[in-house]
């Protein structure tokens, strides 16, 4: 018999009751018992749907307050010292302190889960970092689960992706050396799981797929065989890529299966089949954990036919990872085009799957005809539209050139031509799009998508808010303005609903970060623009005024990352078809006598796949698409990009080649310390570092601004530099966004005197005292919600 089991399930609630509940607590506008409360009912919840799906195994410990990484460390006890909590004791209220903070603490750092948009909170290490045991939340959560009744597999990260996905601020200190406290932590875990009977447990190392060294490797060897003989079975979870190139290694090690992606990476199981030992367990990852649309079932159980044959009991069957990034259920989901939401099966849809699955298998493909038959008219209607779709799209894309992607002229001529047509003075000011996004504006947008407010008056209102904006940069003395996206509610959405091959889900939120959540657009067919889609907000923001407008989009990369892409041909290609309706839009702008377009990426780098073998196809392709986009103008037009916070240094080449005119980059909370990386490269084009952090409300002096413009002149020639903050300004309130802006030109100009009076060389002199941010790595707000 095939057994079926899951990696994970969403713990945010199909209404998002879990974000509510946190927020509420968090506001001190409810208690801790009425927030563990809704916790447990969510988890109630999740495992009676995994058992009455027919799952064999319900899946426990993958619920997380705030994130599965804090969780472990908190079980663990390895805390962050500086804290100063006892891990033993440690209540809820501090382990949100952990994740967001307090008075005397910056946060713990957050970042990227692999190659997913959720972010985990990363465990902190020195040679003093105890493993004495922490709270025991998640043995309660596995003792509710038992007795509920459920057969229980907990889930846990795994030890050396635990210890691969940590930092240490100590110089020279070398995280391995704690590998074996480490172990034998996770051995009493284990020893702690069996004494409730549990029979198997998963342990997570999705770092198995990625190029590791010896010592890595390893450090697999030395972790597993503490573990081995504990009394319970150990799965050990790869995902989100091949574990091919280890595949030998990690098939001897003492655990009794293995989950493999074989959705992502379907190829490795030739690897394994050679490695696999005759009683391991193979759970073959055959379901899309990061996609939404509806499975093959038909051609999956293809798939499996020939490993059912070789391995019989042995094989289980699975989504591809956790559940975690995809929507919850599709049940709420009544607005959506019929014919598109047959396509669908979200997290609670994809259980139903994996039952047929098991079923065909163990019964025979019989017993599941209706399952069968229903999922082959969803993949005929998916077909059947693609043959309908627009063939002007595809003609497009057949006739791109490679001119296509090419500016007219190389920068040097183009910067001399936009100078001379822009007139602005040496170190130029602007802002990154957005302006504060007040109760008002977010109470406009509403009523007119519910209908309450005419097309026309909405429109007013909108060009009311554009009217103030212009007015206020006008005031502050900004050299080149931006209209305040007032009429936008998310940079992918707002663009997502004008184009043609994009669906909108009411409540397919899935988890980014604690309590925010994000709700990407579906891209189910080929992507066009029918009409234009800012031409007409930007050009009546010109109107207002003499100074230089700045056109605003969104990129195709940035577009096709934050959204769920159809997973019937390459990502490559539909970046190709976003780029062409951008393109289209861009052409429109200069047009309407747009001169600077600015064209926002700031998800490049987290399309980067995981495994550095493969970065420079997938950057090929997306600068190409970005080229694509912007390419169209002419030379005095001028094309700028942005991305939020990130680490550039090792994708600089291809940050270089996008050959935008000006990028906008993040810089301010490492003290100017990515410029170094732009310096040492030798970044041709010009370039704004952020000179103040927008996610805080704290308005930085003139004084601060001047000291990081200072350093900044002294790695990037200063003609070349332009004065900005780091984002866009959405999530601040008006007061503070001026007080900080009326500070940043005033820096600008001080500055601007002192090079015409002393030029460069006098700066360059200049000792700098700068400070950099306690919370230097850190996560950008924009798509979260
Ligand atoms: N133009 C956008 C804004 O200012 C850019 C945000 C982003 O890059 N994430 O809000
Ligand atoms: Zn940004």
């Given at each position: 018999?095939?057994?079926?089991?899951?990696?994970?399930?969403p713990?945010?609630?199909a209404?998002?009751?879990?974000?509510?509940?946190?927020?509420?607590?968090?506001?001190?506008?409810?208690?801790?018992?009425?927030?563990?409360?809704?916790?447990?009912?969510?988890?109630?919840?999740?495992?009676?749907q995994?058992?009455?799906?027919?799952?064999?195994?319900?899946?426990?410990?993958?619920?997380?307050?705030?994130?599965?990484?804090?969780?472990?460390?908190?079980?663990?006890?390895?805390?962050?010292?500086?804290?100063?909590?006892?891990?033993?004791?440690?209540?809820?209220?501090?382990?949100?302190?952990?994740?967001?903070?307090?008075?005397?603490?910056?946060?713990?750092?957050?970042?990227?889960?692999?190659?997913?948009?959720?972010?985990?909170?990363?465990?902190?290490?020195?040679?003093?970092?105890?493993?004495?045991?922490?709270?025991?939340?998640?043995?309660?959560?596995?003792?509710?689960?038992?007795?509920?009744?459920?057969?229980?597999?907990?889930?846990?990260?795994?030890?050396?992706?635990?210890?691969?996905?940590?930092?240490?601020?100590?110089?020279?200190?070398?995280?391995?050396?704690?590998?074996?406290?480490?172990?034998?932590?996770?051995?009493?875990?284990?020893?702690?799981?069996?004494?409730?009977?549990?029979?198997?447990?998963?342990?997570?190392?999705?770092?198995?797929?990625?190029?590791?060294?010896?010592?890595?490797?390893?450090?697999?060897?030395?972790?597993?065989?503490?573990?081995?003989?504990?009394?319970?079975?150990?799965?050990?979870?790869?995902?989100?890529?091949?574990?091919?190139?280890?595949?030998?290694?990690?098939?001897?090690?003492?655990?009794?299966?293995?989950?493999?992606?074989?959705?992502?990476?379907?190829?490795?199981?030739?690897?394994?089949?050679?490695?696999?030992?005759?009683?391991?367990?193979?759970?073959?990852?055959?379901?899309?954990?990061?996609?939404?649309?509806?499975?093959?079932?038909?051609?999956?159980?293809?798939?499996?036919?020939?490993?059912?044959?070789?391995?019989?009991?042995?094989?289980?069957?699975?989504?591809?990872?956790?559940?975690?990034?995809?929507p919850v259920s599709l049940a709420p989901e009544?607005?959506?085009?019929?014919?598109?939401?047959?396509?669908?099966?979200f997290a609670t849809e994809?259980?139903?799957?994996?039952?047929?699955?098991?079923?065909?298998?163990?019964?025979?493909?019989?017993?599941?005809?209706?399952?069968?038959?229903?999922?082959?008219?969803?993949?005929?209607?998916?077909?059947?539209?693609?043959?309908?779709?627009?063939?002007?799209?595809?003609?497009?894309?057949?006739?791109?050139?490679?001119?296509?992607?090419?500016?007219?002229?190389?920068?040097?001529?183009?910067?001399?031509?936009?100078?001379?047509?822009?007139?602005?003075?040496?170190?130029?000011?602007?802002?990154?799009?957005?302006?504060?996004?007040?109760?008002?504006?977010?109470?406009?947008?509403?009523?007119?998508?519910?209908?309450?407010?005419?097309?026309?008056?909405?429109?007013?209102?909108?060009?009311?808010?554009?009217?103030?904006?212009?007015?206020?940069?006008?005031?502050?003395?900004?050299?080149?303005?931006?209209?305040?996206?007032?009429?936008?509610?998310?940079?992918?959405?707002?663009?997502?609903?004008?184009?043609?091959?994009?669906?909108?889900?009411?409540f397919g939120?899935?988890?980014?970060?604690?309590?925010?959540?994000?709700?990407?657009?579906?891209?189910?067919?080929?992507?066009?623009?029918?009409?234009?889609?800012?031409?007409?907000?930007?050009?009546?923001?010109?109107?207002?005024?003499?100074?230089?407008?700045?056109?605003?989009?969104?990129?195709?990369?940035?577009?096709?990352?934050?959204?769920?892409?159809?997973?019937?041909?390459?990502?490559?290609?539909?970046?190709?078809?976003?780029?062409?309706?951008?393109?289209?839009?861009?052409?429109?702008?200069?047009?309407?006598?747009?001169?600077?377009?600015?064209?926002?990426?700031?998800?490049?780098?987290?399309?980067?796949?995981?495994?550095?073998?493969?970065?420079?196809?997938?950057?090929?392709?997306?600068?190409?698409?970005?080229?694509?986009?912007?390419?169209?103008?002419?030379?005095?037009?001028?094309?700028?990009?942005?991305?939020?916070?990130?680490?550039?240094?090792?994708?600089?080449?291809?940050?270089?080649?996008?050959?935008?005119?000006?990028?906008?980059?993040?810089?301010?909370?490492?003290?100017?310390?990515?410029?170094?990386?732009?310096?040492?490269?030798?970044?041709?084009?010009?370039?704004?570092?952020?000179?103040?952090?927008?996610?805080?409300?704290?308005?930085?002096?003139?004084?601060?601004?001047?000291?990081?413009?200072?350093?900044?002149?002294?790695?990037?020639?200063?003609?070349?530099?332009?004065?900005?903050?780091?984002?866009?300004?959405?999530?601040?309130?008006?007061?503070?966004?001026?007080?900080?802006?009326?500070?940043?030109?005033?820096?600008?100009?001080?500055?601007?005197?002192?090079?015409?009076?002393?030029?460069?060389?006098?700066?360059?002199?200049?000792?700098?005292?700068?400070?950099?941010?306690?919370?230097?790595?850190?996560?950008?707000?924009?798509?979260?919600?």
């Open positions: 018999m095939a057994r079926t089991h899951i990696p994970g399930f713990r945010i609630g209404k998002r009751e879990l974000k509510f509940a946190q927020e509420a607590f968090w506001r001190g506008e409810s208690s801790e018992a009425a927030l563990r409360e809704c916790a447990a009912g969510l988890r109630k919840t999740h495992w009676r995994q058992a009455d799906a027919g799952l064999d195994l319900v899946a426990a410990g993958d619920f997380a307050y705030y994130d599965q990484m804090l969780g472990m460390s908190a079980l663990l006890g390895a805390l962050p010292a500086r804290f100063g909590f006892d891990p033993r004791t440690l209540t809820l209220a501090q382990y949100f302190e952990l994740a967001r903070g307090n008075a005397a603490q910056p946060a713990m750092e957050m970042t990227k889960w692999f190659d997913t948009n959720y972010h985990y909170l990363v465990p902190e290490l020195g040679p003093d970092t105890r493993f004495d045991g922490g709270v025991d939340w998640v043995f309660d959560e596995i003792d509710e689960a038992l007795a509920l009744g459920h057969r229980v597999k907990p889930v846990l990260v795994g030890p050396v992706t635990w210890l691969w996905l940590s930092k240490t601020h100590v110089a020279g200190f070398d995280r391995l050396t704690l590998l074996p406290k480490l172990a034998a932590a996770y051995r009493d875990i284990l020893q702690r799981l069996r004494a409730r009977g549990i029979e198997w447990v998963q342990l997570d190392e999705p770092a198995l797929c990625l190029e590791l060294d010896d010592a890595w490797l390893d450090a697999y060897d030395t972790a597993y065989a503490a573990l081995a003989d504990c009394g319970v079975k150990l799965l050990l979870a790869t995902y989100f890529d091949s574990a091919a190139e280890h595949a030998a290694r990690a098939a001897a090690l003492p655990v009794h299966g293995f989950h493999l992606d074989l959705v992502r990476a379907p190829q490795q199981w030739q690897a394994w089949r050679e490695v696999l030992p005759a009683n391991a367990v193979l759970s073959a990852g055959v379901i899309d954990g990061r996609n939404i649309w509806r499975a093959d079932l038909r051609a999956i159980l293809a798939q499996l036919a020939p490993l059912h044959a070789e391995l019989g009991d042995r094989l289980w069957l699975a989504p591809s990872c956790s559940l975690l990034h995809v009544t607005r959506l085009d019929p014919e598109i939401r047959g396509w669908l099966a994809k259980l139903d799957e994996l039952k047929v699955l098991a079923t065909a298998l163990n019964d025979g493909e019989a017993a599941v005809a209706d399952a069968l038959a229903a999922s082959d008219s969803a993949q005929a209607g998916r077909r059947a539209s693609r043959r309908v779709v627009n063939a002007q799209v595809r003609q497009r894309v057949a006739a791109v050139t490679p001119e296509m992607a090419d500016r007219r002229s190389p920068f040097a001529q183009r910067i001399a031509d936009q100078r001379a047509a822009l007139q602005l003075p040496p170190l130029p000011t602007t802002t990154i799009g957005s302006f504060p996004q007040t109760a008002e504006i977010r109470q406009t947008r509403a009523a007119f998508k519910r209908g309450e407010l005419g097309a026309l008056a909405y429109l007013q209102r909108i060009r009311a808010e554009i009217e103030d904006a212009v007015r206020r940069q006008e005031a502050l003395g900004l050299d080149v303005l931006v209209h305040g996206e007032a009429e936008r509610n998310d940079m992918v959405e707002y663009f997502g609903e004008q184009l043609c091959g994009y669906a909108f889900t009411e939120w899935v988890q980014s970060y604690g309590s925010r959540c994000v709700k990407p657009p579906l891209i189910y067919g080929d992507v066009y623009r029918p009409e234009p889609i800012t031409v007409d907000t930007a050009r009546y923001a010109q109107s207002l005024t003499d100074r230089p407008m700045k056109g605003m989009l969104t990129g195709p990369i940035t577009m096709l990352q934050w959204s769920f892409v159809r997973d019937d041909q390459p990502r490559a290609d539909t970046a190709l078809q976003l780029a062409l309706a951008i393109r289209d839009e861009v052409a429109d702008l200069e047009q309407a006598g747009i001169r600077v377009i600015q064209i926002d990426e700031p998800a490049l780098r987290e399309g980067l796949p995981l495994r550095r073998a493969d970065w420079d196809g997938y950057l090929q392709w997306a600068v190409r698409a970005f080229r694509i986009a912007a390419a169209v103008v002419r030379d005095d037009t001028q094309i700028h990009t942005h991305m939020c916070y990130a680490e550039f240094n090792d994708i600089l080449p291809a940050i270089a080649a996008l050959d935008a005119d000006v990028i906008t980059i993040e810089t301010s909370r490492s003290a100017m310390e990515l410029l170094d990386g732009f310096a040492a490269f030798d970044y041709p084009n010009e370039i704004g570092p952020g000179v103040y952090d927008i996610h805080s409300p704290r308005v930085p002096s003139v004084e601060a601004i001047g000291q990081l413009l200072v350093r900044a002149c002294q790695v990037i020639p200063p003609e070349r530099l332009w004065v900005n903050p780091d984002c866009g300004l959405k999530t601040r309130g008006w007061a503070e966004t001026e007080a900080a802006l009326r500070n940043m030109v005033a820096a600008a100009r001080q500055l601007r005197e002192r090079l015409a009076a002393e030029g460069a060389a006098g700066l360059r002199r200049q000792p700098v005292a700068l400070e950099r941010a306690a919370h230097a790595g850190g996560q950008c707000d924009c798509a979260a919600h």
